[in-house]
């Protein structure tokens, strides 16, 4: 099993983040010393948190958990992870379409389901674009985590590993603009901090 820290966050407002994330963490390698989590990771982290976090960890987070496909490649994020060790599972594949409303969403954001390059490359190979965008995500290294309720998609989200995108594809589902992040994370904000804004939260100064 894997369990997470889902947000470097605690819910508590003020100038730092309180208790600090390497107690946390310290906490979660208890889980594990205990045998009572097989491995522990990590979710939403920039890798500048999860640098800091590691300098002072016992154990390495075996994973951190991300938003990440065609429209949020993260291409940045997933290099740092591979870099030191981490691997990184990629959330929201499809997009997040059913977020949407609950985010309150502009009405303009592209969906990815419907978007004509992942149509086009679905067309070409002959399956939806919901497999697509899986297969994109496993062809860059990470795992990936779609959802469904639906039995027949839970199916065919699985019908992905006997096939492959060409170069081709991936190239052109890797030259989408604008990108943008489907969940920012701005519920977590507040102006007590320790996240004022989303630069904050994501060290977004980061190259």
Known sequence: DLSLVHWPVTGVAGPEVNPPLSETWAAMESLRAAGKARSIGVS??????????????SVTPAVNQVEAHPLWRQDALIAACK???????????????DSAQMLRRD???????NHPAVASVAERVGKSPAQVLIRFALQR????????????????????????????DMGALSALEPQ????????????????????????EDET
Do not use: C, Q
């Not at 990629?90 to 997040?96: E, F, I, K, R, T």
């Not at 009405?107 to 389901?113: H, M, V």
């Not at 507040?190 to 804004?197: A, D, E, F, L, M």
């Open 83 to 97: 870099s030191i060790g981490v691997h990184v599972t990629a959330y929201s594949p499809l997009g997040s379409p």
């Open 44 to 57: 939403n982290f920039s890798p500048r948190k999860l640098k800091a976090l590691i300098a002072t960890a």
């Open 180 to 203: 943008m992040r489907m969940i920012s994370g701005a519920f977590w904000l507040s102006p007590k901090g320790p996240y004022r804004t989303l630069a904050d939260l994501w060290d």
């Open 141 to 168: 290294g990470t795992s990936v985590i779609p959802k469904s309720v639906h039995p027949s998609r839970i199916d065919a989200n699985w019908d992905v590993l006997s096939w492959e995108l060409s170069p081709e």
């Open 107 to 113: 009405a303009s954001t592209p969906g990815l389901l």
